[in-house]
């Protein structure tokens, strides 16, 4: 595919109205013949980035023994789990079924890698097997390290005003079910991020925004006030797009408090301990001291890192996402630095962006490329460049769509057309409506 395909193949994964989106999104150009080929290709992880590629890869290859392992037996549609959460869409919109997706002649081991080793490439599962490979792709997702936070675990989402979206569709929505009541009674909601890389940094926002809107509109409108802490010292890493959001806040009242990390829960006190990080503006030093806040309703996310097995692999980087543990691989080709024949793709790459489904639609040409071209003994030529889209929900029935890349460039599929800051209708269309659509076409390698 070249880079002219990719750009098209943005604008079909984010195009205007769900029925032209998805049909244009399973369109272009025909595909080269097959590549004869015994090569044994493991793709650790059946999620968004595993699901795709494999089925592009069995379009491509011919005779290849493609093995994925992944004993979840539930795909999860996570760009749905905001929705849930703030009550516009059912626990069910997210689920279905890990084979529902997989193409036929690959071997699909229901079990979790428990063990790579990169040097006699092979992977050991949690069963006990021992597969080898020529050519491995890591996509396992990350893990949510709940219990970094002291007095927090997941029995207590839905209960004492706490919510966390991220852990899946039942708790996005018991976190509905504490957030509703907020928007009901109102009182303090007091909503948080890690310090952590983190897939979707803007679902928090999010979340916040949407049960702002809907207290607005209900019993609790003049009754609440709401707070946003995070340990960044910006709402958004792209500087345009934090100033907007900036603005945003402080025309709904939102306060927000940089520099907190939420360190622990009092659940029956409703309080909430954060580390601030306060940095001097003349020697730049820090200084972190314990803050407490009172909360009615409290959002919790977790810090997140890649899976046990990544870090134990000796496949993470060494010098930096130490405490995470992300694979270092090189930021345009997603290969591994010190182990060729081995790829990551989704959160667990890492590269500076990327861990959003419109990332892994970007980030699955690329090391199919690269993959195939290793297979013929060549040097794949497609790169990518951090793309990254967040539909921004601001409200419900508005969204800015914010697309940027690597360099914090805004890089918009629909420039004239679509403002990626304008709070508009139909960037929520594609968020609520279309999004799906497109991503289950991503899922068969069609998008």
Not at 186 to 205: N, S
Not at 311 to 334: F, H, I, N, P, Y
Request: hydrophobic share 40%.
């Amino acid at each position: 595919m070249t880079r002219s395909g990719l750009s098209t193949s943005r604008r079909g994964f984010l195009g205007i109205g769900a029925a032209g989106l998805a049909a244009a999104s399973l369109g272009g150009p025909a595909r080269a013949a097959k590549l004869a080929t015994k090569a044994r290709i493991v793709i650790i992880g059946a999620g968004a980035a595993g699901t795709a590629l494999v089925n592009r890869l069995v379009d491509r290859l011919d005779g290849a023994q493609i093995t994925i392992i992944d004993a979840r037996a539930e795909h999860l549609y996570q760009p749905g789990l905001s929705l849930v959460a703030a009550g516009l869409k059912p626990a069910s919109y997210t689920v279905s079924k890990t084979t529902d997706w997989l193409p036929q002649g690959i071997t699909l081991v229901a079990e979790y890698a428990a063990a790579i080793d990169p040097v006699a490439k092979t992977v050991g599962t949690s069963g006990g097997q021992t597969i080898g490979y020529d050519f491995l792709v890591v996509a396992p997702g990350l893990v949510l390290d709940h219990q970094a936070i002291e007095g927090f675990s997941l029995d207590l989402v839905g209960t004492n005003g706490i919510g966390s979206l991220y852990a899946g569709p039942e708790y996005a929505a018991k976190t509905w079910s504490a957030a509703q009541q907020f928007t009901e009674t109102g009182g303090i909601g007091l909503f948080t991020r890690p310090a952590t890389e983190m897939k979707c940094a803007g679902a928090p926002i999010k979340h916040t925004f949407l049960i702002e809107d809907i207290a607005s509109r209900g019993r609790a409108a003049g009754k609440y006030e709401m707070h946003y802490a995070a340990p960044q010292q910006a709402l958004f890493s792209v500087p345009i797009v934090h100033e907007k959001l900036r603005m945003l806040f402080g025309q709904r009242g939102i306060t927000p408090h940089y520099g907190r990390t939420l360190k622990s829960v009092d659940p029956g006190a409703k309080r909430a301990t954060f580390v601030e990080t306060v940095i001097d503006p003349t020697t730049k030093l820090e200084t972190r001291s314990d803050v407490e806040m009172p909360y009615d309703y409290l959002h919790v996310i977790p810090p997140q890192r890649a899976p046990e097995v990544i870090r134990q692999s000796g496949l993470s980087w060494a010098d930096k996402w130490t405490d995470q543990g992300w694979a270092e691989v090189d930021m345009q080709t997603l290969r591994h630095l010190r182990y060729p024949e081995i790829f990551a793709l989704g959160d667990v790459a890492g590269v500076p962006k990327g861990k959003t489904a419109a990332s892994v639609k970007w980030m699955v040409p690329v090391v199919e490329d690269h993959l195939v071209a290793a297979i013929q003994g060549n040097e794949g030529t497609e790169t990518y460049n951090g793309y990254t889209s967040c539909p921004m929900i601001t409200r419900v029935g508005r969204a800015m769509l914010v697309e940027f890349d690597y360099n914090n460039n805004l890089v918009p599929s629909f420039p004239g057309i679509i403002a990626p800051l304008e709070e508009l209708w139909i960037s929520w269309l594609m968020k609520e409506v279309a999004l799906k659509a497109t991503y289950n076409a991503m899922l068969r390698g069609k998008a």
